[in-house]
């Protein structure tokens, strides 16, 4: 049985005033967009490498302030960049302020300008994923000392499609995955998932399945439906993203016209 569909906003917060994303984000939550995410980096990924740039979690906590209904994340936060410890009283405190609406979304990091600028280890890849495999235990026993402890279970959102490591991370963490790629590269992922569910003795479907979509959901010019396609491999979450400084939301409003047909 499939999951209703859900339909996120990554709101990139490059090249943009505060004022801008502030206002992308109410927007997006007024046009009935069900998830609002930033991104965990330190300078814009797109364009002037020097541009305009703010700090995820430091706007999380004023999401939750400026919106209500809508939950909030990383799409993803970096365990490279704080104490796990640390990070879980973090997701915690927006949890609260938000009244149960933040997801952590968490991965290894890749981006090496953010660690050498900020004083952090890079590393290798294997090192940054041994990282993210103790941290998440550490996360969720945090939750469970804190005073007073997360409003909910908080969701954690797992990003990447490593089919030796982080799918394993995923099977056995997660309760969203967040992926990339066409149909049949993530028919190829979303097996391999299941082989690692089936060695941890968990059931796929407990997990749910987010992938990034660029564009319509009905490629103008085209037969495919490209969300029918996606949602026939088990994919409930649909993720847009939003560029700044003029975070144009018309494509968002096709996929949330999208999600409501195909919710009924």
């Known amino acids: 049985m499939y999951r209703p569909v859900r339909i996120g906003l990554q709101i990139q917060p490059e090249h943009a005033e505060y004022r801008q994303i502030r206002n992308a984000a109410v927007a997006a939550e007024e046009l009935g967009v069900d998830i609002i995410f930033n991104w965990d980096h330190f300078f814009p990924l ?3 490498p020097d541009g305009r740039h703010f700090e995820a979690w430091t706007m ?3 999401w939750a302030e400026s919106t209500s209904r809508v939950e909030i994340g990383t799409l993803v936060s970096c365990t490279g960049y704080r104490n796990p410890d640390l990070l879980a009283d973090m997701a915690r405190t927006v949890d609260h302020i938000s009244e149960g609406r933040l997801v952590l979304g968490i991965g290894a990091g890749w981006c090496e300008r953010d ?11 294997g090192g940054r994923l041994d990282r993210l495999s103790g941290d998440l235990p550490r996360i969720r026993a945090r939750w469970t000392r804190l005073n007073p402890p997360p409003t909910r279970p908080i969701p954690v959102l797992v990003g990447g499609a490593g089919e030796r490591r982080t799918l394993r991370l995923v099977a056995e963490h997660a309760d969203i995955w967040h992926c990339f790629g066409d149909p049949p590269t993530l028919a190829h992922k979303m097996a391999v998932l ?3 569910c089936a060695d941890v003795g968990r059931d796929p479907a407990a997990i749910e399945v987010s992938t990034a979509v660029a564009g319509a959901p009905t490629p103008a010019g085209t037969p495919d439906v490209l969300g029918e396609q996606l949602r026939a491999l088990g994919v409930s979450m649909f ?3 939003a560029l700044g400084p003029r975070y144009d939301l ?3 409003k096709d996929w949330i016209a999208w999600r409501d047909e195909s919710n009924r």
């Open 60 to 62: 999380l906590g004023a």
């Open 46 to 48: 797109d364009g002037d």
């Open 115 to 125: 660690y050498q600028e900020y004083g952090y280890e890079f590393g290798t890849a």
């Open 250 to 252: 018309g494509v968002l």
């Open 194 to 196: 299941r082989r690692h």
């Open 239 to 241: 993720t847009v993203g």
